[in-house]
Nanobody, 118 residues
Framework: QERLVESGGGLVQPGGSLTLSCAAS????????MGWYHQAPGNQRELVAT???????AYADSVKGRFTISRDNAKNTVYLQMNSLKPEDTAVYYC????????????WGQGTQVTVSS
């Protein structure tokens, strides 16, 4: 059964850092495009960053230069390193696994809360 489990969220002060992890199981991890999305209260879920099977990355303009997405195919895990955090980064962060060849294969984690506040 396909499963994505996020961890690493929490409370951090503005300017601080957090690293989120997403462990995947039940999928052939290496062939999936992996992504991080966030959703603040009252807002739609938005793309934060993606990384393809070949390692190409893409970022939302709001996080460029501050966040870094990476993957470890040996551990079936994708990471999101978040630096210089701002209060507006506060949201639930969701991990996504998407197989580019077939939209049917699209999975989500349960989310992890990130709160940036002093």
């Amino acid at each position: 059964q396909e499963r994505l489990v996020e961890s690493g969220g929490g409370l951090v002060q503005p300017g601080g850092s957090l690293t989120l992890s997403c462990a995947a199981s039940g999928i052939t991890f290496s062939i999936y495009t992996m992504g991080w999305y966030h959703q603040a209260p009252g807002n739609q879920r938005e793309l934060v960053a993606t990384i393809t099977s070949s390692g190409s990355t893409a970022y939302a303009d709001s996080v460029k230069g501050r966040f870094t997405i990476s993957r470890d195919n040996a551990k079936n895990t994708v990471y999101l390193q978040m630096n210089s955090l701002k209060p507006e980064d506060t949201a639930v962060y969701y991990c996504n696994a998407r197989y580019p060849g077939n939209a049917r294969y699209n999975y989500w984690g349960q989310g992890t809360q990130v709160t940036v506040s002093s």
